[in-house]
Every structure is written in structure tokens, then in C-alpha cells.
């Protein structure tokens, strides 16, 4: 294959991956739950394409790629935690519970089985 030597439109778009994967890093560390999973992937995509011909891929495009991961990583864990300390402790529960009812009039479980009995979905759970 032949290779080519790096022109600005590859510096370009690993620099574009670059500013994605880090603010999606940040969207990650501030709690935000879906923008690291829409900035991240793209992140990858861009500096994967912004390898082209180019024999060996941008440094910056490298670092886009492991950024982005750790990015995606980060904040599927604090949404793991998030749910494990929702559903065992009781101070967090009721804290967003009660913060529920200021906003929506209801507790968490009322919001939830409203919301799917609105969408028409039923989920059958074991009887406890």
C-alpha cells in the first residue's frame, strides 16, 4: 500500500477527535449521562478516519481514541454507582424521592409506572 505523508485535513480532524473525546471526558466528570455517549463514539469514528493512508495513525487521533474510552468507561461506572446507591441506601432514595414529588407530584416508583403505563408497556416482575 502506499503510503502518503500527513496533510492538515489529517491534523485537522484528529485535532476534532481530540476536542470531542476531551469534552466528552468533562460531560463525563460533571454527570452529564448521554453526552459522553454521543461525543465519544463520534470521537472514535473521526479519529479513525483521520488515519486515511497515513501509514501510522496522528498522535492526536491516538489520544482521542484512548480519551473517548476512558470517557465512555467513566461514565458507565458513575451511572452503576449512581443506581447502586439508589437502591441501597435509603437516605439517597429518599432525597430523590422526595425530590421527585416537589417536580412531579410523585415518588420515583409512581413516576416510573405512570411513565410506562402512558407508553403502553408492561414489565412483568417476580412477585416479591
Known sequence: ????????????????????????LVSALVCTVFVPFILSPIAIILSHISKGRLKNKHIAAQAATMIAIFALFLNCVIIGWSVYRFNTDSRVKSYVNQTFRQLYGMNVEEYTDQLLKDMGISILLPEQ
Open 1 to 24: 500500500m502506499n503510503y502518503i505523508t500527513p496533510e492538515s485535513k489529517h491534523t485537522k480532524l484528529a485535532g476534532r477527535a481530540l476536542t470531542l473525546s476531551v469534552v466528552s
